[in-house]
Each structure stands twice: as C-alpha cells, then as structure tokens.
C-alpha cells in the first residue's frame, strides 16, 4: 500500500481536529451558550469529566473519537456496506447521500423516529435555521453512528452525549475534514482495510514524538499515553513471512497434498521432512493468538490464509467467514483504540466475503481482548 498521502493528512487531521473540538468546548462551555440551556446534563457531565482528567485529555479523546468514525463510514462506504453512503456522496453528486436524500424528502428509515422528524422540518422550513442542512447533518451522521454501535460496538462504542456536542461544525463543504478524508480514502486505496491501521499510526505519530521527547526529560510516559507510545506497525512483507511461515506451515505439515503452498510467496519449505508438529483433524482445531495485535495486520492476513484453507476443505463459502472468527483468531492489546481497529478490521475481511446484508446479521464477533489499567514502571 502507498502511504505517502495517509501521513501528512492524519497528522493534519488531527492538529485540525483538536482544533475544532477546542472552539466547540468553548462555545459549548460559555456561560450562556445554547447548550446549557437545551442540554444541561451533557455539559454537566463534559465539566465532570475535565475535572476528571483534564481539557486536553477531553479534546484528544473526541478529537480522535470523530477521526476513527469519519475514516471507518467512509471505508465502509467506499466498499458498499452503507445502505445510504454516511460521508460519501452518490455518483454525480457533491453532497453525503444519506443528506442528499434527506433533502429529496427520502430520509433514513434506520434513523430514529425523532431524528426523522427534525430532519423533516429542518429540510421543509418549519424549524427555522441558520444551517438547516448542517445541522440535519450532523443529526443524520450521529443516528447513523448509534445504529452501527448495535453492530460493530468496537469500532462504534457508545460515546458520552458531551461527544456529540463537540463534533465539529464544518462538515459539510469542500474544504472540511470530511472532503479531505474521501480525497485521501479513495476507492482504490479501501480496497484494503489496512489503511484503517495506517491511519491511526501517523494519528498519533506527532503524539508519539512529544512522549518520547517528554522521556528525554525524565517525564513518566502517563496511562493516556500508552498507544503513542507503544503502537509500531508491522511491514506487510513480514506479517506474509510470519504468517506464511507459521499457520501456513503447520496446515500443509497436516496437509502435505494442500495447495496452499501456492498462495504463499514467503513461504520457506522445510528441507527434511518432519514428524514431530501439532496434528489438526480440521480447520475449526487452529487456534492463533497475537498477543499484541495492534490495527489487526497479522489477523486480517491470517484471516486470508484460512479462508483459502477452508476453501480448500470444502466448507461453503457463507459459513466460512463466521467459523473464522468463531474459532481461529485471537487478538491481545492494551490500546482500546488499536483493539478496536483490529476488530474492525476482521469484520471488514468477513464483509468483503459476506456482502452488506449478511455481515450485518453476522452472529460472531471477533475475539479481541483489550487489557485494562497497563501501567509502565
């Protein structure tokens, strides 16, 4: 994958980002701004969690919140997965879909009754507005996060209602965030879910830099630190290497009239023959576990590999994907961000196999374990 474009528009996206969210809590915070008056108990409870933590930590955590949201919708849209694409536009049109739409008078079956209703009248003129389709938007963007949460809860978790207070307010013209991120994420490049993973690295690559310049002077590397710190993403060459190497080794030990071998570039042959591996009667047997799993790339590849083993077995196609993530695959991390990103990813890999309308019906969920209060001594 050519990731030269990801980096400078990550690393922008998040200086962006944070700043849009500071100019939020501001207006939001302002003695008598709307927000007190129609939603007190948000913003009693962003004042809460400031106190908690503290501002920066606030503004970091939506900032990046709405960046993983933004860059999943539009991978999802760029694939077909959306019903109504969420932050993309249709053919021959400059608006999100599910906006246009709504402005044809089409609004989104799935979004909340009371959503559909404002949106209606904002659209129609009986709400009055300074920026009826903005704000319609921006009801529509947030519906549309909440139903995918029914879904994908790693990749979509429930936010804190002061989260949809500071989403940003220019969403919608050609210079936004929004139109940045489908410039970038192109159609092509969503080919490969990888790009998830990549994203998030150089997300937090200025991150990572201050921590390690803040270790220089003796400054502690904090909890809310930790993923700057720690998250390096492995080159794909190596993850087909290891991953090659390993899983693909031990089926064709188990099975030496496999093919397999001929799906794996990186694949090294053992010069003598071996009798002393791990006997699997099945597919279903394999059990992989990487303990520090990252965005997923060692997963998603694997994911691969024993597509084609079941394949080749003779499962059918439909079941494949769920018997994967029921029984083969297993993630470990301590960055709940990365651990959803790998989740996320599995389900895209299950996605490209399944269609929309099965992989939303899908029963398994990806086995990804996110560790809790790690602390470095």
């Known amino acids: 994958m050519d990731t030269s474009k990801l980096k400078p528009f990550a690393q922008e996206a998040r200086r962006t980002l944070r700043a849009q969210?500071?100019?939020?809590?501001?207006?939001?915070?302002?003695?008598?701004?709307?927000?007190?008056?129609?939603?007190?108990?948000?913003?009693?409870?962003?004042e809460s969690e400031i106190a908690?933590?503290?501002?920066?930590?606030?503004?970091?955590?939506?900032?990046?919140?709405?960046?993983n949201r933004f860059t999943a919708l539009r991978f999802m849209d760029a694939n077909g997965y959306t019903r109504l694409k969420v932050v993309s536009p249709a053919e021959g049109q400059t608006r999100p879909e599910i906006l246009a739409e709504a402005a044809?008078?089409?609004?989104?079956?799935?979004?909340?009754?009371?959503?559909r209703e404002t949106v209606a009248a904002l659209m129609d003129g009986r709400m009055p507005s300074a920026d009826a389709q903005g704000e319609s938007y921006r009801l529509l963007l947030v519906a549309a996060c909440n139903?995918?949460?029914?879904?994908?809860?790693?990749?979509?978790?429930?936010?804190?209602?002061?989260?949809?207070?500071?989403?940003?307010?220019?969403?919608?013209?050609?210079e936004s965030l929004l139109g940045k991120v489908r410039t970038v994420m192109t159609e092509d490049a969503c080919q490969d879910v990888e790009i998830i993973g990549w994203l998030y690295q150089f997300y937090i690559s200025e991150k990572k830099?201050?921590?390690?310049?803040?270790?220089?002077?003796n400054k502690k590397i904090t909890a809310e630190n930790i993923p700057a710190a720690t998250q390096l993403f492995t080159p794909h060459w190596i993850v087909r290497y290891l991953v090659e190497n390993s899983l693909g080794r031990l089926w064709l030990l188990n099975r030496p009239t496999s093919q397999l071998a001929a799906k794996m570039e990186y694949y090294i042959a053992p010069e003598k023959a071996e009798a002393d591996f791990l006997r699997i009667s099945r597919p279903e047997d394999i059990r992989i576990c990487d303990p520090a799993c990252g965005s997923g790339h060692m997963l998603t590849?694997?994911?691969?590999?024993?597509?084609?083993?079941?394949?080749?077995?003779g499962y059918e196609a439909s079941e494949i994907p769920?018997?994967?993530?029921?029984?083969?695959?297993?993630?470990?991390?301590?960055?709940?961000?990365?651990?959803?990103?790998?989740?996320?990813?599995?389900?895209?890999?299950?996605?490209?196999?399944?269609?929309?309308?099965?992989?939303?019906?899908?029963?398994?969920?990806?086995?990804?374990?996110?560790?809790?209060?790690?602390r470095f001594t």
């Open 147 to 174: 139903q995918w949460h029914a879904i994908m809860p790693f990749m979509f978790e429930k936010i804190a209602d002061y989260t949809e207070l500071l989403l940003p307010e220019d969403l919608l013209s050609a």
């Open 104 to 115: 044809a008078g089409n609004i989104d079956d799935d979004a909340p009754a009371a959503v």
């Open 322 to 374: 769920g018997l994967i993530l029921m029984h083969n695959l297993h993630g470990i991390e301590i960055d709940d961000r990365a651990g959803g990103l790998a989740a996320f990813a599995l389900a895209m890999k299950a996605a490209t196999k399944l269609g929309r309308r099965r992989v939303m019906r899908q029963a398994a969920q990806p086995n990804i374990c996110v560790l809790q209060d790690v």
């Open 52 to 67: 908690r933590t503290d501002r920066d930590q606030v503004v970091e955590r939506v900032a990046y919140t709405w960046f």
């Open 209 to 217: 830099d201050e921590v390690f310049a803040g270790l220089k002077k």
């Open 21 to 46: 969210v500071s100019a939020r809590l501001d207006l939001v915070l302002a003695e008598q701004s709307a927000a007190r008056r129609e939603q007190p108990k948000a913003v009693a409870e962003l």
């Open 301 to 313: 590849y694997a994911f691969d590999l024993l597509y084609a083993i079941y394949e080749e077995e």
